[in-house]
């Protein structure tokens, strides 16, 4: 049986929140469906956003917001 591999692409945007806090804002939120949205009809898909902070970090797909 004959296999294909087709390349794929995949995106985790990291940034940090200079106020230590890395609870994810509501414009994070918004940019990061933003992006989903453009990069998905693109093949692009979009595994993670992680927002660092001082004491951690943030997942938005573990927190289920994308």
Known sequence: MPVSIAPTFTIIPVHNHP???PTPSRAD??????IVNIANPL???VHDHIIVGKNGHASLKGMKLI
């Open 19 to 21: 106020s230590g806090d």
């Open 29 to 34: 939120i918004q940019m990061t469906k933003a």
């Open 43 to 45: 093949g692009i898909s």
